[in-house]
């Protein structure tokens, strides 16, 4: 089956850890976002990627890293830096102007 | 002014009520046009794309008008199961990203 896969589900986070949230499409999609969401808000884009080894900074990118390596992969790292971590997480990915299919997220908690 | 901005709601609406959302987008060589549905704690999904024509899918009718930069969505004969957050997705022009707005909260009742 095709689809967009995060994980994981669950994450917890100690103060001042890195961690890493992935995600894998088996699409064929060019186009991986990563977004995050507060509870009551809405998307906010961290970074895309329309391309292999290309990336952009989205609307709140400090405090993330991201790579693209591969095409099917666009894993997000949330570093010490991004003082409030916790959040739902979401990738997604596109083909060219087309629409967006999701993950099914990751719950990051900062402990 | 933001890329994409919808009213937030909550929209509280009796079941069988029709009821419509705006979006308003401001970069003028957007190309592609969606409404997505996301429930509480999910991911969203994909609820229609937009043609310039117009298109509708059972109870459901999105519009776009490029004069104005803005999409609809009409929702007819609302049902419970319709409440949700209803979310406008713009794909800027000249490139492919993808501009959610903060979506608009449905809730139906009986």
């Known amino acids: 089956d095709g689809g967009i896969t995060q994980s994981p589900k669950y994450l917890f986070r100690k103060e001042g850890q890195n961690v890493t949230l992935s995600c894998e499409q088996n699409?064929?999609?060019?186009?991986m976002y990563w977004y995050r969401q507060d509870p009551g808000q809405g998307l906010r884009l961290i970074y895309y990627?329309?391309?292999?080894?290309?990336?952009q900074k989205g609307d709140i990118a400090e405090g993330y890293s991201v790579s693209r390596e591969k095409k099917e992969s666009f894993p997000l790292t949330v570093t010490s830096a991004q003082k409030n971590p916790t959040a739902f997480y979401l990738c997604?990915?596109?083909?060219?102007?087309?629409?967006?299919?999701f993950g099914q997220g990751t719950r990051l908690t900062v402990v | 002014r933001k890329e994409v901005e919808q009213d937030p709601g909550p929209f509280n609406v009796p079941e069988g009520a029709t009821v419509a959302f705006n979006c308003t987008y401001s970069?003028?060589?957007?190309?592609?046009f969606f409404w997505y549905r996301q429930d509480c704690r999910k991911e969203p999904k994909l609820l229609m794309s937009?043609?310039?024509s117009g298109n509708e899918d059972g109870r459901f009718t999105a519009q776009l008008n490029r004069a104005s930069q803005y999409i609809s969505l009409l929702i007819r004969d609302s049902k419970l199961s319709d409440s949700a957050t209803y979310l406008c997705?713009?794909?800027?022009?000249?490139?492919?990203?993808?501009?959610f707005g903060t979506g608009t909260q449905l809730k139906v009742e009986l």
């Open positions: 937009v043609y310039s």
């Open positions: 990627s329309q391309i292999v080894n290309d990336f």
């Open positions: 970069n003028s060589a957007s190309q592609s």
């Open positions: 997604a990915s596109s083909g060219w102007r087309t629409e967006a299919f």
């Open positions: 699409l064929n999609h060019d186009a």
């Open positions: 997705v713009v794909n800027r022009g000249g490139g492919n990203k993808l501009t």
